[in-house]
């Protein structure tokens, strides 16, 4: 029974080497922060004091765009972003407009996918900016 119990031990200790050397080596690499800057976010109380210079983009699925958005707010998603951003370039968008985009939560990343996109392919000059706390604040906000 004791030689069972060394030879566990003795096997979860090598389990446990690799993965202690990997955080130890890679320790300084690990996003601990958000992939997005602070100054890349806007609270809902900002966002709404724009007002009509405010451009709601919901990077949201259409089916959860479809149950409920932000008034005004027009669908711009990765899954249809090829069928979406010229519609959305042609109909909505307007180069004096600051754009707000959004998803499910804070911890959503479909807004900052969008928004990137919109930057760098797109190459919009508008101020884009990734709602803080996304549909989640809006929602507490609204009350």
């Known amino acids: 029974m004791k030689a069972l119990l060394r030879q566990s031990v003795a096997l979860l200790a090598l389990a446990l080497l690799p993965a202690a050397v990997q955080a130890l080596y890679f320790r300084d690499r690990i996003p601990w922060q958000s992939r997005v800057a ?6 809902v109380e ?18 959860e765009f479809e149950r409920d958005h932000i008034p005004g707010a027009v ?13 959305f370039l042609a109909t ?9 985009v959004y998803c ?35 929602l507490k906000k609204k009350k």
């Open 38 to 43: 602070e100054s890349d976010l806007v609270s």
């Open 46 to 63: 900002m966002a709404r004091g724009w007002g009509a210079s405010a451009l709601w983009v919901d990077a949201r699925p259409a089916e």
């Open 75 to 87: 669908l711009l998603n990765e899954d249809r972003w090829s069928e979406l951003l010229p519609q």
């Open 92 to 100: 909505q968008w307007s180069p004096e407009k600051k754009i707000v």
């Open 104 to 138: 499910s939560a804070e911890s959503c990343n479909l807004a900052e996918d969008v928004a990137r996109r919109l930057k760098e392919e797109a190459k919009l000059p508008n101020e884009i900016r990734i709602l803080k706390g996304g549909w989640e604040a809006w």
